[in-house]
């Protein structure tokens, strides 16, 4: 059997690939259009933004090579914008054409009441066959969560084809559409963990295909928003004094031990054994954080790219990659653009990555010149490639206590009930560079208002006051952020126990709570946090999906 994998190059295929691979099948890569033509199994995981799906697969002849595989009724499968591609039209590209398999036209999610990007697990609710077993017959199952990320969606309006469906705040849209030899998910079944892996599978495996549109029972549609609150493993990854890479864990950023005679970086595991081991114990996604990647190194010798490679290959769910997003400089004085070191980590395996330094550099500058987007910072250009989905941007602010809000007049200035050194009883939180080694006369608000104007799809949002203190989360940090921009937000820094997830979901209203140290020490499984988020009412992901 020979499957393929129609890649056009603007994201990570390579989790696919490895989740092909897991399941004992091989796929190759489409090369030409005489690929297409001979394949007997076709996946499309579409990555990044419609138009720029549509552009590739007009300028390389493979849209009507696609036309021509799936009239011929060979099976099909597409992925995410893989999906999209089969409608007539997106909002995200006015004009593009899409396949025009199903009339309809992908919308843009209604960030009024809600974060966009839908970003996390959320369940679909699948519509039963008449006549019998479909043949994707794990095409989802009522109440398993796959992981989703998209800011565009198809409104659900119950046509024959649209086979689950689900519901995000108060809109519910298509999650997998089937039609004769036709099947696409929304969600991302690679990074769906063992759940996804089954639906994959069931694709992998059919042979009885159809054609011609097949009538289901109407089944009542959800309409409950089932996406869940995630739990984030970190791994700030380092080489230690002995060149080896390792998981180190700081006390409010200085990861040394604090014995008498050394002062080794701490040594909590290696990078991929630990990240395979959170995906086993149930982690919704991992986080690694080259923490000294301020250090200039040629993009051939990033350590993370290997680490990457590795992780991806046993680990299925989404992988975030922070440190060293930036314009490096290659030893002959060569520059490699930001765009293409991310570029590089998205073939090695990561869905996201994650700018720290640079990020505060370019929101500098964007308000410092009245907030004209140039086009040309690593955000912008990172998101109009891959999605804003893929950019996270990682800040590590630190408190500035002060006696009244006049006292800094250019920084915005919240009450606090935790009062300052000398009774302050007001601060503001002000952004760091290089892993908290510089202040910069910036605040996390003036941050997060100018990335999310920039183009990033989420917030890492860490303490360093907080950061391995094990005494919960800063609530006043993340409600300050929460409720100053729309994409998501991930809490970070100061977990120590079960109840401290429960109060940061509880008081926040975060979609994400991101923990290391208590992981690292097995100090509390992740599995106890979701077992007490459950009891307290909260949706979590079960290890099955
Ligand atoms: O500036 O783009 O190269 O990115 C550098 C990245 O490395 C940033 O994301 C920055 O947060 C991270 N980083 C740099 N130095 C350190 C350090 O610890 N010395 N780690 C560091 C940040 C904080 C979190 C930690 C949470 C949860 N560490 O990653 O995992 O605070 O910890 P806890 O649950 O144990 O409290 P660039």
């Not at 009724?73 to 007539?88: E, N, T």
């Not at 019998?132 to 796959?146: K, L």
């Not at 002995?242 to 409010?252: A, F, S, Y």
Request: with cysteine.
């Amino acid at each position: 059997m020979t499957i393929y994998l129609l890649d056009y190059g603007a994201g990570n295929v390579r989790s696919l690939v490895n989740a092909v691979c897991k399941l004992g099948y091989s796929i190759r890569p489409v090369e030409s259009v005489e690929d297409i033509d001979k394949a007997e199994k076709l996946i499309f995981p579409g990555v990044g933004a419609f138009g720029s799906a549509m552009e590739r697969l007009a300028s390389t002849g493979y849209d009507k090579a696609l036309e021509r595989y799936i009239a011929s009724g060979r099976p099909f499968m597409g992925i995410c914008v893989g999906m999209q591609c089969l409608f007539a039209g997106s909002d995200e590209s006015p004009g593009v054409k899409g396949l025009g398999l199903f009339p309809t036209t992908v919308k843009k999610f209604d960030s009024t009441s809600k974060s966009v990007p839908h970003m996390g697990w959320n369940s679909t609710t699948v519509q039963q066959e008449q006549d019998g077993q479909p043949w994707i017959n794990h095409a989802g199952e009522d109440g398993t969560r796959y992981y989703f990320v998209h800011s565009y969606a198809v409104p659900a309006t119950d046509q024959d084809w649209e086979f689950g469906t689900t519901q995000y705040g108060e809109e519910r849209f298509v999650a997998t559409v089937r039609r004769g030899n036709v099947f696409a998910t929304q969600f991302h079944p690679e990074k769906s963990g063992w759940a996804g892996l089954k639906v994959l599978r069931s694709f992998l495996e059919c042979d009885n295909v159809r054609t011609g549109a097949e009538r289901r029972l109407p089944s009542t549609p959800p309409t409950v928003d089932r996406l869940t609150k995630r739990i984030i493993a970190c791994l700030d990854v380092r080489a230690n004094d002995q060149g080896d890479l390792v998981v180190t864990k700081g006390d409010q950023y200085d990861v040394r031990e604090r014995s008498a005679d050394g002062s080794d970086v701490r040594n909590l595991g290696a990078p991929v054994d630990l990240a395979r081991k959170y995906f086993e114990h149930g982690a919704d996604e991992v986080t690694f954080l080259n923490i000294t990647a301020f250090r200039n190194l040629p993009l051939g010798d990033l350590p993370m790219l290997e680490v990457l490679k590795r992780t991806s290959e046993c680990v299925f769910v989404p992988l975030t990659i922070g440190g060293g997003i930036r314009d490096m400089e290659e030893p002959d004085g060569k520059i490699v653009p930001a765009l293409e070191v991310a570029g590089e980590y998205f073939r090695s395996g990561a869905d996201k990555v994650s700018i720290g330094s640079d990020a505060v550099y370019a929101a500098e500058e964007y308000l410092a010149s009245g907030r004209k987007l140039t086009g040309k910072t690593a955000i912008e250009q990172i998101a109009r490639v891959y999605g804003a989905q893929a950019v996270v941007v990682s800040i590590d602010p630190r408190r500035v206590y002060v006696d009244t809000p006049e006292s800094a007049p250019t920084h915005h200035v919240i009450p606090t009930t935790t009062t300052g050194p000398n009774g302050e009883k007001f601060c503001w939180y002000q952004c760091t560079v290089k892993g908290g080694r510089e202040n910069r006369d910036f605040d996390v608000f003036q941050l997060v208002t100018s990335v999310e104007a920039l183009g990033a799809g989420e917030i890492l949002l860490n303490s360093m006051d907080k950061d391995g203190t094990n005494s919960g989360y800063d609530l006043e940090l993340i409600n300050h952020v929460r409720s100053a921009v729309r994409i998501p937000v991930i809490a970070s820094s100061g977990a120590g126990k079960v109840e401290h997830f429960e109060e940061v979901f509880q008081k926040t209203g975060v979609e994400a709570a991101l923990a290391a140290g208590i992981f690292h020490r097995e100090e509390v499984p992740i599995q106890t946090v979701k077992t007490y988020l459950r009891t307290k009412a909260y949706q979590v992901r079960a290890l099955e999906g």
